[in-house]
Each structure stands twice: as C-alpha cells, then as structure tokens.
C-alpha cells in the first residue's frame, strides 16, 4: 500500500499525559499537513511542511502542540499535558510539490489517529 | 478571511434520486482551487474533484457532475441516480493557500 499511514489508529491517554503520532507520507510527497477534526465538524488545519520546513502553523496549535518532519519524510505531532479538548481524530495528508502553484495539487489523506483523553 | 459554507447538514435520499450538495465559499484571493472530498464510514478522505478559479466549466464523471459558478461563489456538486454506497460526508473545501479550509460537511444518506 503506497498511501498515506498513521500510527496509531487510536489512542486512548489520561489527562496530563503526553502523546505522539506519526505520519508517513507517499514517498514523493514534498509536502506533509496535519490536520484536526471534531465529530460533526470538517477537518481544520493545524500545520504543514515542505520537506523539512514548517512554513505555517495555525493559532489553533498551542504551545502544547508541537510538530517534526525531520529528515522530510515521516513526520510527528505531540500534544503534551493533554486535555480533554483535544479529544479528536487527528488527520495526516500529503501532495507533491510538483511546478503547479501552491494549493493546485490535491492532499492525500490518511486513515487519522482518533484521540480520546479520559 | 476564508470561509466555505455547507448549508445542507443532512440529506437523505432513497437509491436511484438525484441529490444535489450545495457549497458557497468566500475568498478574497483571485486565483484558487476548489476541491471535493468524501469521507465514508470507515474515516478516511477521499479526493473527488478540483476546480480552479478560472475555470468554470462544468465537470461531469459517471454519475458525479460539479457546478462551478463564480458570480454566485458556489462549487455545487450532484450525484445522479444516487447508490447505497453513496452514503457518507461530503465536504467542499478551498485552499487558502496550500492549506485547505474545509466546509462543516453534507452527510448523504442513500436508503435502498
């Protein structure tokens, strides 16, 4: 399978504990996004990478949140002391850079990391 | 700012209907793409269309044809002759850019 894969599927943590996640992206994939959805809602966007370069955050990472794409391939998303709003399904996805201009290549999802903090 | 509206929560059709999803956006940007998603039960996004912004011609594949209409902001997908296995969230989304602002979700319920 050459798609898009996280792990774990789900994760189930007490509040205060720390987790991560992982994201492996196609292989040719410059371009690596994360993403949080609620249930009921639409993903929202968190961050995204080119290559190794985090070139954009949103507000809605807080300071707890912090994201790695180290060598520009596979990538991480810890939350730290996590509460109980953080409860979601955390979404990876990933597109070529390719020439096109930004934003032309479609984002290939993965299957998501459901979060739930008790 | 960046915004796409769904309007339509829920819509629940029996197989063979003809449903149409609706999907208004708002941008300040002249040049952006547009893109449809679906998300079954089982989690995970799957790519649909993508439409840029100078483009309005109208897409049809198979049973699926999207309406592009710039002068009303609207991105308008239908899905003719609708099957059980339509069932699932339909989200409409806008790159802002690079990123995706996605749409709350339509959920389609095709009942046989």
């Known amino acids: 399978d050459t798609g898009v894969s996280q792990d774990p599927r789900h994760k189930i943590t007490k509040r205060g504990q720390n987790v991560t996640f992982r994201c492996d992206p196609i292989?040719?994939?410059?371009?690596l996004y994360w993403y949080r959805q609620t249930l009921g809602q639409g993903p929202e966007f968190l961050t995204y990478?080119?290559?190794?370069?985090?070139?954009?955050k949103s507000r809605l990472l807080s300071d707890r949140f912090s994201a790695e794409r180290p060598k520009g391939s596979f990538s991480t998303l810890e939350i730290q002391r996590t509460e109980q709003g953080d409860s979601a399904m955390y979404l990876c996805?990933?597109?070529?850079?390719?020439?096109?201009?930004?934003?032309?290549?479609?984002?290939?999802f993965g299957p998501g990391t459901r979060l739930t903090v008790t | 700012a960046q915004k796409v509206t769904q309007a339509q929560t829920e819509i629940s059709v029996v197989e063979k209907e003809d449903v149409t999803l609706d999907c208004v956006y708002e941008?300040?940007?002249?040049?952006?793409?547009l893109f449809w998603y679906k998300q079954p039960p089982s989690g995970e996004l799957v790519f649909l269309i993508r439409?840029?912004?100078?483009?309005?011609q109208n897409e049809i594949s198979g049973r699926y044809s999207w309406n592009f209409q710039k002068s009303t902001s609207s991105f308008n997908f239908t899905i003719t002759a609708s099957q059980v296995v339509d069932s699932a969230v339909y989200f409409c989304?806008?790159?802002?850019?690079?990123?995706?602002?996605f749409g709350q979700g339509t959920t389609l319920q095709v009942k046989p």
């Open positions: 292989s040719e994939h410059n371009r």
């Open positions: 996805a990933s597109s070529p850079l390719g020439g096109g201009p930004v934003g032309y290549y479609e984002q290939y």
């Open positions: 439409r840029n912004s100078f483009d309005e």
């Open positions: 941008t300040r940007d002249t040049t952006y793409y």
């Open positions: 989304a806008l790159t802002s850019p690079g990123k995706l602002i």
């Open positions: 990478f080119q290559n190794e370069a985090q070139l954009e």
